[in-house]
């Protein structure tokens, strides 16, 4: 290999581990490993300012090329300069190379050796993401540090889809390094191989043929088991050249990265910890904290007493449970800051013990905190809601009607109308567009297809939903389908917790799906993994923002109180499913 | 009237305009005025940080007491010591009453002379809102300045409801001033009396009979006129005493507040300055800027070259439009940050210039400015979407198909569905809820009613919307109605375009709203100003975070394509409307 573009030096490496300690230099800036990267998908790190992240510690931003050769484009950032300018970034950027948002990302379309073929959804044009393209876009962006474009396929996948996955990723990492040409930029190769250690070796000694300046590990956290992944994380280290900076991609949680970097890696980047700050979670010194619980309304108590960063040292968990209850922009900006400069530390003292060969003592002391949740007020079991007896015949606005002979009804009693109750009879199943829906496209596996959203909006008596779980768990016997999320928003259960006090009336809700739902919130097949119901209750205005979007599929159950009637002619349109 | 407890110091009065500077003294700090408060509604002023409102400039916030009275709830900012310490806010805090949102929101339910009663949208309890209970709830906020509770009506009132709500807001007035016993906390009045000189007047001297700290006009941009708002804005000034605050609640745009300094207030708020950051509207020194507009994309310019915020010294044109166009919400903190610079920076030169007794040559100049959008790039009038001529058979995914003696469909060629065209037959009109949903409630009268917020998801070939505003239309004739506001969203215009392109086939679309709907986006009824129609057009996840919400009813007008049948025992529901 011809010598690395960053002038890697390698400091220190840790006994009885493989962690190991180094600094590079970028074309913008000098860093020191191990390094985790806030992700800044749209040249923005969500709700961050520029100026916070570099105070805080971040060295390396990630941009997403797929997004931004979309939004705004690469003439635009030719235009301005590049990625630094145009956000006025003052560290250094990696960008990612478009692979794994072409196969993961509902836009996808076809993929040939030529590359990857999508529909934009700024504007409906197909695209052809080629190695070439994606090289030249970054080039455009200006990022530091470049990725070759890959095939990122499922952790899971089988040997043979393995096999011409990296042997493609092969192919386009050496047009990825040709279409470079004279850019100073670096750029790194991706090693997949799934699970297969043999073919992780092979990926990794092909590629180690060409003249990359870092080297990632693909295609992990994309499906398999934790120890799955750490052990192929640290064989596909292993394989790699000592003098290159190691990348796992898309990992992780603190927990995640602390083991992948005792496994030898150095740099990591995660959506993570801004993610969760929107929905009030926080990693502190004394475990994760979920801002939303009651028990931190009145509390004077600093995030973390043990942090250093400006927003522990202002606010109380009172006020950032208010601004979590309130889902005001300031609250996700304020602990997407906590939770980076918290990453940003662990690192920081990840890097110091390995410094002061230390690391294996602080690994094993992080290694309890970063998997608890708030140790001081630790969650006690959820108490199940409580639901009427069965010989309620009312629940909230909600009435059970029995007529001998007839299907027991339950109707909405300040307007009369009903609710549906019996969506899941199986002719319903049978006519259905959702099994449509389901069918996965031609030439893609099960594990690469992009899940189908469906929101459930009214929840109504669960019938609707239920009936959607039974079409999948009949449709999934005859061939294997796209996942299928049903998201449920409503802020009335009393219909449903009327019907399911009344089973006997109600022979769909034996599916035990609307139990689980109302106990826990959330629902995962036990046998279709990929088949998952989620409740958000609350206004709508307020659970619309907290659901998966976009949606592909929305089914309107409007509760009686606000149903608009569908329009008069109805009755001329095909009826699906009756 | 007794000493101000706000220590009140006129400084000058402009010569030829009855704008004044002056400064007072609050529990926390000394505050320069004019002067603008933005708008932290939940102890949160939308996206900002307290440190950069404070650099900026900002001297009071205000908060809102009927939102804060239900999350966090006093009794938090009993144990946390006040709004202040609980928010990290140095400067001086203004609440509101209550009196405008129980009279506004959703929630409200009825009002008599104890108070207002309604519901919680936190855990639907029922809630007096006396007088002292909203200073009970000030007080334990901690503001520097409470503001009496009010009964706010529309301007437009008519002169019984005005001087009766004026009298009730007496009462409530000497009961707020008891309600607040020791408390060092300034209080203001509320000077009612719609636009009758002889009530604003009335109110204004029985107010005066007590020792209110300041007072507001209130009543105000809730349905008038520009000109009325002035001219009894200028009345209402010149009623109070000189050695008082006056403060003009709620107004305004920049414009506004130039107008109403110039009438003698020396106080505002409003949530403009966030809001319309929100869409990437920024008020500039160079008029208006829509930063949405492709005209910026590749823009080097700063946001204003005039303005010294830290965001016009650091950003470009093109990147504040790529955040907008991304709806990233770092763009809601930068433009926000923005206008409200912008706004501190017009009080500033406003009172600079009157203590310098040269205001009357700045406003004049400045009400140029302030009126116009972007003159370095002038909006070109925009061309209408192309309609395909009477003779195209399809747009889109949409085919017309006419057979002779039945009533032309169109349909969905992939699915082959029929798009609903014929909603809006007469008889559709005559059961539906909806005309059930636009009565006013009991007591209320049209100009208080919350507005109807029905979303039409889908919008089809526009049948359900002109069937709502054909109802509205019918219904209105009758009775007063509640304001309804139309808003639909679509990601594809194709069948409406098809059906517009063949009207006379289509008779429902001989009614104009839907070609003004296509052309400009929008539609108001000439003759029922309440009635409106929105298009929001785009990805159903992108448009639904844009639609005003909560929706009270959803019309589900699914584009075939999307759509999910029916439970199967729809044909067992009463059918509304046909």
Redesign the interface.
């Known amino acids: 290999m011809s010598p690395s573009r960053l002038d890697f030096q390698l400091e220190a490496q840790a006994t009885g581990s493989r962690a190991r300690a180094a600094t590079f230099r970028t074309l913008h800036s000098t860093v020191r490993t191990p390094l985790f990267m806030p992700v800044g998908t ?8 520029p100026e916070t992240l570099h105070e805080s510690g971040s060295q390396i931003l990630l941009a997403n090329t797929y997004h931004l050769l979309l ?2 484009g690469p ?2 950032f030719k ?2 300069g590049g990625i630094h300018k ?3 970034w003052p560290g250094s950027v990696l960008t990612d190379s478009g692979g794994y948002q072409i196969f993961s990302l509902p836009h996808s379309r076809s993929m040939t050796e030529a590359g990857a073929v999508f529909q934009s ?1 700024v504007d409906g044009q197909r695209i052809l993401l080629s190695p070439e393209l994606s090289i030249q876009t970054q080039m455009a962006i200006g990022s530091d540090i470049m990725m070759v474009l890959d095939q990122c396929i499922p952790s899971t996948a089988d040997e043979k889809a393995a096999r011409k996955a990296l042997q493609v990723t092969q192919r386009w990492a050496a047009r990825s390094l040709a279409a470079r040409e004279d850019s100073p930029q670096s750029m790194f190769a991706i090693v997949q191989g799934a699970l297969y250690p043999h073919l992780r070796r092979e990926s990794a000694e092909g590629l180690m043929q060409m003249s990359f300046d870092g080297f990632a590990i693909g295609g992990l956290a994309v499906g398999e088991e934790k120890a799955e992944r750490e052990d192929t994380c640290e064989l596909t280290a292993c394989l790699l050249p000592a003098d290159r900076p190691r990348y796992l991609m898309g990992v992780g949680t603190p927990l995640d990265v602390l083991e992948a970097v005792h496994r030898g890696v150095d740099m990591f980047d995660c959506i993570i910890p801004t993610q969760v700050a929107k929905r009030g979670s926080v990693f502190t010194s004394r475990g994760v904290i979920q801002l939303r619980r009651t028990v931190y ?2 509390s ?1 108590d600093r995030l973390d007493p043990d942090c250093t960063c400006p927003v522990c040292a ?3 968990r ?2 950032l ?3 979590t ?2 889902q ?6 304020l602990m997407g800051q906590h939770n980076i400069h918290f990453y940003h530390q662990l690192m920081r003292e990840i890097r110091q013990s390995i410094l002061e060969d230390r690391f294996l003592k602080l690994y094993h002391e992080k290694r309890q905190i970063l998997q608890v949740e708030d140790i001081d007020h630790p969650v006690t079991t959820v108490k199940p809601p409580v639901i009427s007896p069965d010989h309620a015949q009312r629940v909230g606005d909600y009435e059970l009607s029995v007529t001998p002979g007839q299907p027991a009804r339950i109707f909405h009693i300040t ?4 609710v ?4 899941a ?1 199986p ?2 199943n049978e006519e ?3 099994a449509q829906h389901l069918r996965l496209p031609a030439d893609v596996p099960a594990e690469e297809a992009t899940p189908l959203i ?1 929101w459930d ?1 009214g929840l109504g008596a669960g ?2 939903a239920i ?2 779980i039974l079409t999948y768990e009949a449709e999934a016997e005859k061939a294997p389908l796209r996942p299928l999320h049903i998201v449920s928003l409503t802020n009335d259960l009393s219909a449903l917790r009327l019907a399911l006090s009344h089973k006997r009336h109600f022979p769909y809700l034996r599916h035990g799906a609307a139990d689980t739902l109302l106990h826990r919130g959330t629902w995962t097949s036990r046998y279709k993994p990929g088949l998952t119901w989620t409740l958000l209750q609350g ?4 659970t ?2 907290q659901a998966p ?10 509760l009686p109180g ?17």
Chains 1, 2 share one sequence.
């Open positions: 749209q040249a923005t790190v969500k709700a961050q300012l939004r705004p003439e635009v235009k301005m145009f956000m006025q959804y309304k009145f004077e202002k606010y109380t009172a006020y449970h208010h601004l209850k309130t005001e922009p300031l609250g996700w900006q307007t009369g109308q009903a549906s109750t019996d969506a009879t002719q319903w259905v567009p959702l469906l909006i019938a609707a009936a959607a206004p709508l205005g307020e619309l923002s979007a976009p949606p592909e599929l929305t089914l309107h159950q409007p606000m149903e608009l009637p569908r329009a008069s002619n109805e009755r001329d349109l095909p009826s699906p499913g009756l």
